[in-house]
């Protein structure tokens, strides 16, 4: 077998390369009406279908990875990632670019995967901070990833973009193949098809629900249509999977209190950190007339980049304080961190060192948070389960960005003032989404709180004896 180490790096360069792809249009999403000669309302499809793409494939791939194999499974989405990004390099128009961003969505499943595989072929000792590197990558690779598209972007043709993604794809799929040992445990059964459909189904609804509530009007009958229609799907779908002696997701191993808990505080930790990469960008780059720093996005992603930083700084660090403490502790001195965080941009936001000491301060609380949710998932559920177990508390997080992107977004357009005929977000518009990200920090605060200390029968390695 390939050195520990090794595999823990390749999993870790797959999960930047997943990351990456939410913040790689970053820098030409203003531009894209123009580049692809359609509507803004058409172009928000190519970050709209992203988001859903990674939200129904990864509870899914999860499954499929429990059943058929982690290793074949992540080598399968880092194939659709290639596929995807060709697919959007090549297209002139936006139907092209829109069904590569898509594809491009599929590879957020490797994340949770790949933390599943270390706890299949690590040392007990080392698991935990592999884990949390590789969670830290959900961060770490938008982080790094911004100041990189910014800067290929300035100074070559947007479509290279989707080359280098490529490329990158290229290379992890290459290097998984290569270093990650073939997945030996799995799970027996036939894959639910008809779950798989509801769940997907469901997803798809609530979510064009919660992203494009802004364009479409809140109470639209197509947002209503979507919304309502998606949790009654879901509704059905959970009724069903508790009828079935092989469901796609368990839901009676998902509603143990320690998996229920830490998926519910995951939707509020989501929101707290996607609330700062929606909110800090946009006032770092207002003009100063406005109340904003009047940075370039190059700029601006050098001030948000430090947050990545720190997780991946932490991320060893955070794996040998959960074992001394425990991942719940792990987890609300994470929430404490970003509640901290949002209460000194309430009281210092007026000069750009402030922002760069508050994103500093978020990633200790994200690099913290984000490592302890899947140790607290793993030791709650049977290691059969750990693929589809931790897509479905992936989902949870991406349900809470996709939420923070809804709202503040919505919050920044209605809270307005005019400059040179345009309307750009005023200081109240900043005021309250630092307000509503500290809120949804304090409530992932109360809930770790609640999530159970005692330590599951599950958590014990493979390697060890019963």
């Not at 973009?161 to 270093?179: C, K, P, Q, R, S």
């Not at 249509?225 to 998606?230: D, E, P, V």
């Amino acid at each position: 077998m390939p050195r520990q180490g090794a595999i823990v790096a390749v999993l870790a360069l797959a999960g930047l390369a997943s990351s990456f792809m939410f913040t790689l249009v970053v820098p030409i999403q203003s531009k894209l009406p123009e580049l692809l000669d359609a509507s803004r309302e058409d172009t928000a499809w190519v970050v709209t279908s992203t988001l859903v793409a990674a939200a129904v494939v990864t509870p899914i791939s999860g499954r499929l990875g429990d059943m058929y194999g982690k290793r074949r499974i992540v080598l399968w989405l880092v194939a659709l990632l290639i596929l995807g990004s060709v697919i959007a390099a090549v297209s002139p128009g936006i139907v092209g670019v829109i069904v590569g961003r898509t594809l491009q969505g599929a590879v957020t499943g490797v994340i949770p995967l790949g933390i599943s595989i270390l706890r299949d072929v690590l040392h007990e000792d080392r698991v935990d901070s592999a884990i949390a590197l590789i969670s830290a990558t959900l961060g770490v690779g938008g982080a790094l990833g911004l100041p990189i598209s910014a800067l290929i972007t300035e100074r070559s043709d947007w479509h290279l973009l989707f080359w280098v993604a490529a490329a990158l794809g290229v290379i992890v799929f290459i290097l998984v193949l290569w270093i990650v040992p073939v997945s030996v445990l799995r799970t027996a059964g036939r894959f639910d098809y008809i779950g798989a459909a509801g769940l997907a189904v469901g997803l798809v609804g609530i979510l064009l629900a919660v992203s494009r509530g802004n364009e479409w009007g809140w109470t639209s009958p197509a947002v209503l249509a979507c919304g309502l229609g998606g949790l009654v799907v879901l509704l059905v779908w959970a009724w069903y999977e508790l009828r079935l002696a092989e469901p796609l997701l368990d839901l009676r191993v998902a509603a143990r209190p320690a998996v229920l808990l830490t998926n519910i505080a995951s939707i509020a930790m989501g929101f707290a950190l996607f609330s700062s990469n929606v909110s800090y960008p946009q006032m770092l780059e207002l003009p100063v007339a406005t109340g904003g720093f009047g940075l370039s996005l190059l700029a601006a992603s050098f001030v948000v980049m430090p947050a990545g930083l720190v997780m991946m700084v932490l991320s060893p660090f955070s794996g040998r304080l959960a074992r001394t403490v425990g991942p719940k502790l792990l987890l609300v001195l994470g929430a404490i961190a970003l509640v901290v965080a949002y209460g000194f941009t309430l009281l210092w936001s007026s000069e750009v060192w402030h922002l760069v000491v508050a994103n500093l301060i978020i990633g200790v609380g994200i690099g913290f948070g984000y490592a302890a949710m899947p140790m607290l998932i793993m030791r709650s559920v049977p290691q059969t389960e750990t693929g589809a177990s931790n897509g479905l508390n992936a989902l949870f997080r991406s349900l809470g960005t996709s939420t923070a992107a809804a709202v503040i977004g919505a919050v920044l357009a209605t809270y307005t003032i005019d400059f040179e005929g345009t309307a750009v977000p005023s200081g109240t518009a900043f005021q309250l989404s630092f307000v509503l990200g500290g809120a949804a920090a304090l409530a992932a605060l109360v809930i770790a709180l609640f999530i159970p200390s005692r330590r599951d029968e599950h958590e014990r390695h493979p390697s060890l004896p019963k």
